[in-house]
Structures are given as C-alpha cells and as structure tokens.
C-alpha cells in the first residue's frame, strides 16, 4: 500500500506562521516528542497490565540519537506504536487539525488575541515542523500481525504513507520519529544543546531517556512517592540536586492533592537573609513530570515566590500567556491551595516546636511578614504564630506581646503604645531611658518592617507603634501625671530663645519641656510620623513619591528641670551660648548627628571647658 493525501488544512502557508509563533522557543519540539514517547510507553504498559497486550515489554528506554552528518534527530520508542489507519488519524487528524484550528483562529486577529490563541494551543507532533523540513514517522503497533507503516511529510500539507516490508519492515514494536533538521536550525544537531534541551526538561520523566548511550532521567523524582516512603535526607538531597551549592534549606512542604485539582510538589523554605535571594532559584513548573517553566509568577502568589522546589499539576494549562493564566479558575484555586498549606506547615512548626521556630525566625521572618503584607487570608493565619523580639532578644507572638506591655505601656486615651528600636546601637540612650521608665522595646529593623507595623496599627485595636526616639521618653506614651517645670512662663520663653540662637538651624524645632531632673539636658528626636514616611519611601512605599522632596525634621526638647536650664539661663551672655551649644551638641551625639566641623568644634570647646573647670 503506498498512499499519497492531503492533510485537511484549507489555509495556504500555515506552515510559516506556526513555525514563526506556535511557540517562541523552538527547542521545545524534544519535549513534545520525547513526552510522546514517554505516553505510548506508558499506554502500552497499562494495556500490559489490563491484559490486552500479552506479549513481551521488553526494554522500554525511549532513545534520542542525533546523526550530524545526515542531519538527522531520531526519537525512538518501544511503546504502543501505530498502524497505518492510526497514523491517519492520531497524526493527519488530530495532531493537524488542532494545527488548522489554530491557524483559522489566528487569522486576522490584534496581537493579544493571537498571543491568547498561541497560548491555548499545545500541537504536540506538530512542533517537529519548527526545527525539521521533513518528519518520518516509522512506526509498528503492539497488534500481532501489522505492517510497519512509514510516514512522510515535508512541511507542506501533503503526506505520504506507505507499509513497507522486507529489508523497509521495522523489526520491533515502537515508534521512530525522524527529523530531517531545516538549515535555519543548525543548532540542534549539536549533541551538547540536544543534551542541555533534554536535561532541562526530561530529567524527571518517568520512563528512561537515553541520549548518547547515557540515561540523562530520574523516573521516580521525590515528589510523586509517598512522605511517608521518605526520610528527611531524600528532601535534603532533592534540593541539592535542584539547586547545587545552595546551603541547605530550612523545612519543606510536600504537596499532594487530587481534587478538586491534581497538584503534587515540593516547596523548600530557603534560608532568606536578605532580599537580594530572593528570586535567585526558581520554582519549577512540571505537567506530569515534563518540565514546563520556572517562570511560575501567575501560579504561585507572589509571596511565595521566595520558595523553592517543585510544582507538577497537569491542570495548569501550558504554554499560555499571562493574562490566560490569571483568569484561569485551576490556577487560582492552586493559587490559595498552596498560601494555605504554607501557612499551616508553619503553624504546625510553630506548634510542635516553639524554640525551634524561634531559632529559624531570623530566616523566615520576612517571607511571614511579606505574605502578611499581601495578602489577607496568610494575614489572619500566621497573626497568631508570626513573631517580634525585644531588644533583650526574647521573642512574643503579637497577643502576647499585647498582654506583656498592656499593664505599662497604656496611654492616656486608653491607646497600648509599641516601642521599637530600628537600631538598637545608634538609639541606645533612647531605649536605656525608656527601659528605665519600665518600658519594652522591640526591635523591628528588617526591610519590611516599616510596612509590617502600618499592618499592624490598622489590624490591631487601640494600638500604635513608636520609634523609641520619636519623642522624650514622658512623651512617647502620654500618661495623665504630668511632670511640673521648675521655671516661670518667662524664663522658659527666655530659656527657648537662648536655644534657638545655639542651635540656629531651620530643620530644628525647639521647645522647652518639663522632664525629669534625671532625663538629658537637651533631647533631639525625630517625629515619628515624618520619619515613617521616610521610612516607607525609602522601602518603596506606594504613593510615597510625594514625600521625597521633604527636609528632615527634628525636635529639639531643652529639659526645664535639669541644673543645665539654670545655668543657661544665668549665666553671661557668651557663656550661656557656649553652654547651650554645649548641652545641644551632646544631644546631637547621642543621636549619631554630630559630624564634621561641627564635631570638631564640639570637642575644642569640650576641652575649653574641662581648663575652665
Ligand atoms: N511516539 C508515538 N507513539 C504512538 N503514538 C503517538 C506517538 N506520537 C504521537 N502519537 C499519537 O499522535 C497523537 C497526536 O500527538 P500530539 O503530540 O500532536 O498530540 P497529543 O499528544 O495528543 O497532545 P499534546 O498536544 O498534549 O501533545 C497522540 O495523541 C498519539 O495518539
């Protein structure tokens, strides 16, 4: 039987627009066909098993051999093969009519409907036709008594299929796809590419692949056994393999659902330092253990995307553009399948191992706080298990941290006020001062943090957050005893006045306060609100832009009731300047200000003093 047709396509040169569009990566032909030949593999060992094939499996290894010289790629499998009438309909039916119907589709469409429609199409066989100018299939079905049947087509809609026999037969069961590589496609007769393109997506299929006489595949990756079938060092192992030279990873996640989606995976939290990490590995996207992308923006939210590891799911559609994906339904249940699952594995840890979860909080801390931040379902969570720490290094989670300061640190208005420390070196005196009055201090100086505690203020009733030198200690939590000033309106007026002189400078309000005898002489500190704007910009804040152009404001605080006032107040005139300026420069140093001429001024008139003396 020789039979020459036409494959029904009614549209002239679709060849050139499949080719140029049907995927941008050419080099995922291999993948297609190799992961056909994986599926007739498996086909025809479940008719073994269902006991309509009864014949030998034999070696079932699915071949890649490339000949440069001929230029020829072969693609060979021991599966289930094809007679001739099956050709006709697997490969001149299915395969090309899903290839007409993309091209009907794609006519005379904008760009974004062609890149939807490029999206929905997987063409399978097909792709061969981007790399190759002739495909040969040769191929001969597991059914006793059928001919070889060999199959031609070279890129236009016309075929050939014949049954040859004799010396043309094929001796086993199987299939062997030939291509015949187009001069355009060079590159893929190179054994190193074939083995790059193999490695990066066959590597977990679960029938062998053998290219250049090596097996290049694991057929049974961790992810699709059992967790109970595992031991710790197989995920620890896994990971090295996925991500040689990472340091190894702190716990992990072993997905495994079946409705109403299919989904199977792996997720490794990373030690995360700092955000720079982030997205140095990628999570990797598998359809049936076919390698698809690490490109898993749409599928993982965006908070996640700190994990790694592996997410196979054959209910992700492939090869689809980004907006396909987002309106996907499967992608979205995916979606907060996964945020849950994340969020009870560290409410587990958190549960079963309290001081263990506190020793890996400083790595997972910021991935806790960035999925809080975005978004609301992992908010309401990980509320209950995300963790802050005191400068004296005790962690609390946020009720109990309510509990422990709610006795002290209740203001006026009934208002619980947090205090916190971004620098604990730099704002030293500020938390002495306040630790002295029995307050806490928590030390929120991560990246994140100036967002995480507007998160905070907004979720937390009658609770607000300040910076520990956002004001003098009486002031940070406003109580209703108030601290009398030892001097007249007249002398605090003239007090404020002689500090304005000293400090001369725009940015610096000054103010006279009634603080204790024991605070400093003169305080410098930084509005909270201003400084969290900064702060917030700095982080990229949305919307903060505004703020940018806006001078540093600070508050400078002369003590009343400190010996200093007095002396300023009576002394001589230039004496009085040389004092203010003094006391003034020393609260500048304990807020890490004091620098360059100004310090040396400081320390010249230190030394004048101390001759004094
Ligand atoms: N190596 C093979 N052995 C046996 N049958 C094959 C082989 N390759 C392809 N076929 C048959 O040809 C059909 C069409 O293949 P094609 O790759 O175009 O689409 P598909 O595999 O069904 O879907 P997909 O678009 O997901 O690849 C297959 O369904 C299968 O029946």
Redesign the pocket.
């Known amino acids: 039987m020789q039979e020459k047709g036409s494959i029904s396509i009614h549209t002239e040169n679709i060849f050139p627009i499949i080719k140029k569009f049907l995927y941008s990566d050419h080099e995922i032909f291999l993948r297609?066909?190799v992961?056909?030949?994986v599926?007739?593999t498996q086909?025809l060992k479940s008719l073994g098993q269902l006991g309509e094939f009864k014949g030998e499996l034999g070696e079932l290894k699915v071949r890649v051999t490339v000949d440069k010289e001929a230029r020829k790629i072969t693609?060979s499998?021991r599966?289930?093969?094809?007679t001739a009438e099956?050709?006709k309909?697997?490969?001149n039916q299915?395969?090309f009519s899903?290839a007409t119907e993309f091209v009907e589709k794609y006519k005379e469409k904008d760009a974004a409907a062609k890149d939807q429609i490029i999206g929905q199409?997987?063409?399978?066989?097909?792709?061969a036709f981007m790399v190759a100018k002739e495909v040969e299939?040769w191929?001969k079905s597991y059914k006793d008594d059928t001919l070889t049947a060999h199959w031609i087509c070279d890129g236009s809609t016309e075929f050939t299929l014949d049954e040859p026999t004799g010396e043309h037969a094929k001796a086993e069961r199987?299939?062997d796809?030939v291509l015949h590589v187009a001069e355009d496609s060079d590159e893929f007769l190179e054994e190193a590419r074939l083995k790059g393109i193999l490695t990066k997506y066959c590597k977990f299929l679960p029938v062998e692949i053998e290219f250049e006489g090596e097996v290049i595949n694991q057929t049974a990756p961790i992810w699709t056994k059992q967790p109970a079938d595992l031991t710790d060092e197989d995920y620890t192992k896994f990971y090295q393999e996925l991500y040689p030279f990472s340091e190894p990873p702190l716990f992990w996640i072993h997905l495994n659902v079946d409705y109403p989606f299919n989904l199977t995976g792996i997720l490794y939290f990373p030690k995360v330092k700092d955000e720079l990490q982030f997205q140095r590995n990628k999570i990797q996207l598998y359809s049936r253990q076919v390698f698809i992308t690490d490109e898993v923006k749409d599928v993982v939210p965006e908070f996640l995307m700190l994990l790694h590891g592996v997410i196979d799911s054959p209910d992700i559609p492939?090869n689809v553009s980004r907006s396909f994906l987002q309106a996907d339904g499967n992608v979205r249940k995916i979606n907060s399948y996964i945020t849950k699952k994340v969020a009870d594995k560290l409410a587990e840890l958190y549960r079963k191992d309290r001081t263990g979860f506190e020793e890996k909080w400083p790595d997972i801390g910021l991935f806790v706080k960035y999925g809080m931040l975005s978004d609301d379902k992992f908010y309401e969570k990980a509320k209950d298990f995300a963790l802050v720490q005191n400068v004296a290094g005790k962690f609390f989670t946020l009720p109990e941290y309510q509990e422990f300061v709610q006795a002290n640190q209740k203001d006026k208005n009934d208002q619980t006020v947090v205090l916190y420390t971004t620098d604990a070196e730099a704002q030293h005196g500020f938390i002495q001062a306040a630790q002295d009055r029995g307050y806490d201090v928590l030390k929120l100086d991560a990246v994140l943090d100036p967002h995480f505690i507007g998160q905070l203020e907004q979720k937390l009733e009658k609770t607000s957050f300040k910076r520990v030198d956002a004001d003098t200690v009486g002031k940070l939590i406003e109580k209703d005893e108030q601290t009398e000033s030892v001097l007249s309106e007249d002398d605090k007026t003239k007090l404020q006045e002689l500090f304005k002189t000293a400090v001369s400078n725009e940015q610096m309000q000054v103010q006279v306060s009634a603080l204790s005898p024991q605070d400093a002489p003169v305080i410098i500190t930084v509005p909270e609100f201003m400084r969290r704007m900064k702060d917030m910009q700095r982080t990229g804040g949305g919307g903060m832009q505004m703020f940018g152009s806006l001078p540093d404001s600070y508050t400078v605080s002369v003590n009343a009731n400190h010996p200093v006032a007095q002396r300023v107040l009576h002394a001589e005139a230039e004496a009085g300047q040389k004092l203010a300026r003094q006391a003034f420069d020393l609260a500048l140093l304990a807020q890490n200000m004091l620098k360059g001429e100004a310090l040396t001024a400081f320390v010249k008139r230190s030394a004048d003093l101390l001759a004094a003396e």
């Open positions: 297609e066909l992961s056909n030949a599926d007739a086909k693609i499998d599966g289930l093969g094809m099956e050709i309909k697997y490969i299915i395969a899903g199409f997987g063409l399978g066989f097909y792709s299939i191929s199987g299939t796809v492939l």
